[in-house]
């Protein structure tokens, strides 16, 4: 998944940084534009590992190198967003889980953060699909959005390939506000 967060990121006119974080499980990606700029580092790690204690520590240590590798950039400590890739053992997480990202997404200070889960099996079915399908992050991602058999298949609550990739997908862009959804009708 973390190479397929890169490529993302990297069509939607970032760059990667993988060396200014102490936390091999994340690297920063930044866009500086003459519209603005983002901030957005990327930290993964899965369901047994977190905790809001590690999150504390890790989101300080985070701040910490980023003020040091970008601190003289007007502007970044109100632009910084972590988003958080949950890996999970299912898609029906225990209560604990979802207060842990309740509490993580609300908490106001330092970043804005958000959770994006997903499970091992949808990482591979996406990469695969995405593998089969010769197209851009950005194309491929509308193609599964505008598939109205996978939509209807999500709504179902069915547990398949085209449900699950489409809660993938659809999760992608409610979490990252940097994905736009193409109109499929173009106007005469």
């Known amino acids: 998944m973390r190479e397929f967060m890169k490529r993302i990121l990297l069509e939607n006119g970032f760059s990667i940084d993988e060396n200014c974080l102490t936390d091999s499980r994340a690297f920063q990606a930044d866009r500086l534009d003459g519209n603005g700029f983002d901030f ?25 190198d980023l003020s040091v590798e970008r601190g ?17 053992d299912s898609l ?31 990482e591979a079915m996406l990469t695969s699909l995405f593998k089969q399908s010769h197209q851009d992050v950005t194309s491929f991602f509308n193609n599964v959005l505008y ?24 999760k992608m862009f409610i979490k990252l506000p940097y994905l736009s959804i193409k109109n499929q009708h173009t106007r005469s």
């Open 147 to 170: 598939d109205t058999e996978k939509f209807s298949v999500f709504k179902q609550r069915e547990l398949n390939e085209d449900s699950l990739v489409y809660d993938l997908v659809s």
């Open 72 to 88: 003289a950039i007007v502007g970044m400590d109100k632009n910084l967003t972590l988003l958080i890739m949950l890996k999970v």
């Open 40 to 64: 957005l580092t990327v930290f993964f790690i899965s369901q047994d590992e977190i905790s809001i204690d590690l999150l504390t520590e890790i989101i300080e240590q985070f701040y910490s």
């Open 92 to 122: 029906e997480y225990t209560s604990a889980i979802q207060s842990l990202i309740f509490d993580i997404e609300e908490d106001p200070y330092t970043f804005k953060k958000y959770i994006l889960t997903y499970t091992s099996e949808q």
